[in-house]
């Protein structure tokens, strides 16, 4: 087989032949290749040193020189060139303590994770697939090079990342390779949560974000989400719902685009769920302020996972506005639209209803689908409030702090305060959001705080 190398990669390639060391294109890159996908990095093994590979190149970067990697620059592109290795001992289950050089392109293939990574090519040669990664591309299989428990041993992450391909591809994971998972799955106490919160991540935002199914099968959630757990065996005996929580949440999983604050907003949206369930007399289950709580618990979890600030905000915002119900969105609902309009934010709105949408598609069908067409009138009300550019914040309003002081209006809790009422009736009435009207109504709020006050 042939595989069209980008000029640069392809140059690289060929400096290091003509000086007498091996080199190929590895890992990602190929079998993205044999899929039919461009690759987004063409890594690089060699076997050249690392002061061998800088000696043939004007312009390199040190990447990770101790585990024998060199960045060389071509134009404004880096390629990551790495001298074939053996890694040593692993013993944080992590990363070797060290790595020894070695000339033999078969031990460096050797330590790598999936048969479908474990791949090279060169011109010259052509592929180079020791362990069956092409036949396990055809296949749609995921499988440890060697043994998996070893692998595992190693690096404890594969875990994960066995899943996450599986998820991205999807492929199905070698029952080997499964078995070890169940076996080793206690190593992952040692990664980091960073670690683990990029793998969660591109496992969510996959064509498959419901293979997170598997990683509790294997009893890896016990590890980094245990609290799904408890959603998978939660009962919701209710005329809304068909499944599980967690169930309910695969399929919501689904039904919502690829985007990384929505798939995390609807995998942790009942999370409360578990600890909010209550049975009324008729054997029906009721999740009263299940909202609030999986706002907080997100909150908790996102942290424990080191995701940042921003994220976490979004997703607990998204959540606790999630069960929100609109009523009559194309008239006087409307009021209520903008109200959650500035609750939430304009730009971050269009999310909630996507998010909404989707835990109703994975619903029952009992007023499903009437729960889909006010969601979907919902949606035209905010557009038509955006196109009107109605007021939704107090940057909005036609009066501000400076112009209440004109009227000698000067202490600031004051001002805050008739601000904050002057917003809540232009959002219910946003013909009102005008000098004059905000005016008078500043100065008639003014006078009755200061009547108020006196008494």
Same mark, same amino acid.
């Given at each position: 087989?042939?595989?069209?190398?980008? @000029?640069?990669?392809?140059?690289?390639?060929?400096?290091?032949?003509? !000086?007498?060391?091996?080199? *190929?294109? @590895?890992?990602?890159?190929?079998?993205?290749?044999?899929?039919?996908?461009?690759?987004?990095? &063409?890594?690089? #093994?060699?076997?050249?040193?690392?002061?061998?590979?800088?000696?043939?190149?004007?312009?390199?970067?040190?990447?990770?020189?101790?585990?024998?990697?060199? #960045?060389?620059?071509?134009?404004?592109?880096?390629?990551?060139?790495?001298?074939?290795?053996?890694?040593?001992? *692993?013993?944080?289950?992590?990363?070797?303590?060290?790595?020894?050089? #070695?000339?033999?392109?078969?031990?460096?293939?050797?330590? =790598?994770?999936?048969?479908? %990574?474990? /791949?090279?090519? %060169?011109?010259?040669?052509?592929?180079?697939?020791?362990?069956?990664?092409?036949?396990?591309?055809?296949?749609?299989?995921?499988?440890?090079?060697?043994?998996?428990?070893?692998?595992?041993?190693?690096?404890?992450?594969?875990?994960?990342?066995?899943?996450?391909?599986?998820?991205?591809?999807?492929?199905?994971?070698?029952?080997?390779?499964?078995?070890?998972?169940?076996?080793?799955?206690?190593?992952?106490?040692?990664?980091?949560?960073?670690?683990?919160?990029?793998? +969660?991540?591109?496992?969510?935002?996959?064509? !498959?974000?419901?293979?997170?199914? $598997?990683? &509790?099968? @294997?009893?890896?959630?016990?590890?980094?989400?245990?609290?799904?757990?408890? /959603?998978?065996?939660?009962?919701?005996?209710?005329?809304?719902?068909?499944?599980?929580?967690?169930?309910? $949440?695969?399929?919501?999983? $689904?039904?919502?685009?690829?985007?990384?604050?929505?798939?995390?907003?609807?995998?942790? !949206?009942?999370?409360?769920?578990?600890?909010?369930?209550?049975?009324?007399?008729?054997?029906?289950?009721?999740? *009263? =302020?299940?909202?609030?709580?999986?706002?907080?618990?997100?909150?908790?979890?996102?942290? =424990?996972?080191?995701?940042?600030?921003?994220?976490?905000?979004?997703?607990?915002? +998204?959540?606790?506005?999630?069960?929100? =119900?609109?009523?009559?969105?194309?008239?006087?609902?409307?009021?209520?639209?903008?109200?959650?309009?500035?609750?939430?934010?304009?730009?971050?709105?269009?999310?909630?209803?996507?998010?909404?949408?989707?835990?109703?598609?994975?619903?029952?069908? *009992?007023?499903?689908?009437?729960?889909?067409?006010?969601?979907?009138?919902?949606?035209?009300?905010?557009?038509?409030?955006?196109?009107?550019?109605?007021?939704?914040?107090?940057?909005?309003?036609?009066?501000?702090?400076?112009?209440?002081?004109?009227?000698?209006?000067?202490?600031?809790?004051?001002?805050?305060?008739?601000?904050? $009422?002057?917003?809540?009736?232009?959002?219910? !009435?946003?013909?009102?959001?005008?000098?004059?009207?905000?005016?008078?109504?500043?100065?008639?709020?003014?006078?009755?705080?200061?009547?108020?006050?006196?008494?």
């Amino acid at each position: 087989m042939q595989i069209k190398l980008p @000029v640069h990669v392809s140059k690289i390639l060929n400096i290091l032949e003509a !000086h007498n060391y091996e080199a *190929y294109v @590895v890992g990602g890159c190929v079998r993205d290749c044999l899929l039919g996908k461009s690759p987004a990095d &063409w890594d690089i #093994t060699t076997s050249a040193r690392p002061e061998q590979v800088k000696a043939l190149f004007p312009r390199t970067i040190d990447t990770g020189i101790k585990h024998g990697t060199v #960045t060389i620059m071509m134009g404004k592109s880096g390629y990551e060139v790495t001298t074939y290795r053996v890694d040593g001992i *692993y013993e944080d289950h992590r990363r070797p303590s060290e790595v020894t050089f #070695t000339d033999s392109l078969k031990e460096d293939l050797m330590r =790598r994770d999936f048969t479908i %990574n474990a /791949m090279a090519y %060169n011109e010259s040669r052509g592929l180079v697939d020791l362990f069956g990664g092409a036949d396990d591309l055809k296949r749609g299989m995921i499988r440890c090079v060697g043994d998996p428990e070893e692998r595992f041993e190693e690096d404890a992450l594969r875990m994960m990342r066995a899943i996450r391909f599986a998820g991205q591809l999807d492929f199905e994971i070698h029952e080997d390779t499964l078995r070890a998972i169940r076996t080793k799955r206690e190593l992952l106490r040692n990664v980091s949560a960073e670690r683990i919160q990029m793998e +969660l991540l591109k496992m969510m935002i996959s064509d !498959h974000p419901d293979i997170i199914r $598997t990683a &509790w099968e @294997v009893k890896l959630t016990d590890i980094f989400l245990p609290e799904f757990n408890q /959603m998978m065996i939660t009962p919701q005996n209710n005329p809304h719902h068909r499944f599980t929580v967690g169930e309910h $949440t695969l399929h919501a999983l $689904t039904c919502i685009p690829a985007n990384p604050i929505l798939r995390l907003a609807i995998l942790f !949206h009942d999370i409360g769920k578990p600890l909010t369930r209550s049975t009324d007399e008729e054997g029906i289950d009721h999740f *009263y =302020r299940h909202d609030k709580v999986s706002s907080q618990l997100t909150r908790v979890i996102l942290k =424990r996972l080191k995701f940042d600030n921003r994220t976490i905000d979004l997703v607990t915002t +998204l959540i606790l506005y999630h069960d929100t =119900r609109f009523k009559d969105p194309r008239g006087n609902g409307r009021r209520q639209v903008r109200r959650m309009m500035h609750k939430v934010g304009p730009s971050l709105f269009p999310y909630l209803l996507k998010v909404m949408e989707a835990d109703v598609r994975a619903q029952s069908t *009992y007023m499903q689908e009437m729960k889909l067409d006010i969601l979907a009138e919902t949606e035209e009300a905010c557009q038509e409030i955006l196109a009107a550019e109605d007021c939704l914040s107090l940057k909005d309003l036609k009066i501000n702090g400076n112009q209440l002081k004109d009227l000698g209006i000067s202490e600031g809790k004051t001002i805050g305060s008739i601000l904050n $009422t002057l917003l809540s009736m232009v959002l219910e !009435h946003p013909e009102l959001n005008e000098y004059i009207y905000l005016e008078e109504l500043a100065l008639k709020i003014y006078a009755r705080l200061t009547e108020e006050n006196k008494e």
